[in-house]
């Protein structure tokens, strides 16, 4: 069975720095995964996401993952952080063959002024 | 121009009522899908059609009956509601069902509420 783990459901960041969250994958088979964004009150938006290409994937919205198969990790990154960005952001794998989204619990992230 | 449509947006509805939410999209996908979204912001696949036909069904209780019309539809009914029934559902849709990296757009969502 696939999963994914994101580590803290809360992450609070200062408008300029730099955005990190966290994904780490469970799969038995080489993985796809995804990044999605929800705003309030609002459905899910994809961000950007890997199927075995290029391992550094660039999404909307300044966005970007790596993925890294030795650390079983694909974390979501921002230089920059802008007021707008923020949401709840939710990590998501599936495999070849499969079209089940398997979600993780997701990270509400919150922007300082 | 909304390419994933929900309708009702919000619904309100006592314990044992029998209740539907509508599905469109208007990307040409074959394949479209239903998720819950809980109190904990979890999100779960129920159901998955391709093209009329049921090609995922998660373990869901009988109440739940999702029906497509055609390949561009897909409602949810929901019989004798629960109050662990509240949650938000989402409605998406891809191009195919066989590739996996196909992205799945989604539907603005619809808030249960049973009381």
């Known amino acids: 069975a696939q999963s994914v783990t994101q580590l803290g459901s809360h992450v609070s960041v200062s408008e300029g720095a730099l955005v990190l969250l966290r994904c780490n994958y469970s799969?038995?088979?080489?993985?796809?995964l995804f990044w999605y964004v929800q705003y309030p009150n609002q459905g899910l938006q994809l961000l950007l996401k890997?199927?075995?290409?290029?391992?550094l994937v660039k999404g909307i919205n300044g966005f970007e993952a790596e993925f890294k198969k030795s650390e079983t990790s694909f974390h979501l990154t921002k230089p920059s952080a802008h007021m707008s960005d923020a949401a709840e952001y939710f990590c998501?794998?599936?495999?070849?063959?499969?079209?089940?989204?398997?979600f993780g619990t997701g990270t509400r992230l919150t922007i300082i002024p | 121009d909304t390419a994933v449509s929900q309708t009702p947006k919000y619904l309100v509805t006592q314990m044992g009522n029998d209740k539907s939410i509508k599905c469109e999209q208007n990307?040409?996908?074959?394949?479209m899908y239903w998720y819950k979204q809980d109190s904990k912001k979890f999100l779960k696949i129920m159901f998955s059609?391709?093209?009329?036909?049921?090609?995922i069904n998660e373990t869901v209780p009988n109440r739940f009956s999702p029906k497509s019309p055609d390949k561009a539809h897909l409602n949810l009914h929901i019989n004798s509601l629960e109050l662990g029934d509240s949650a938000v559902y989402f409605c998406?849709?891809?191009?195919?069902?066989?590739?996996?990296?196909?992205?799945?757009?989604f539907g603005p969502g619809t808030r249960l509420t049973v009381l």
């Open positions: 998406a849709s891809s191009q195919t069902s066989g590739g996996a990296e196909d992205t799945q757009y």
């Open positions: 799969s038995s088979v080489p993985p796809y």
């Open positions: 890997y199927t075995s290409a290029a391992t």
């Open positions: 998501a794998v599936t495999k070849f063959g499969n079209e089940k989204l398997t």
């Open positions: 990307l040409g996908h074959d394949t």
């Open positions: 059609y391709n093209n009329k036909e049921l090609i």
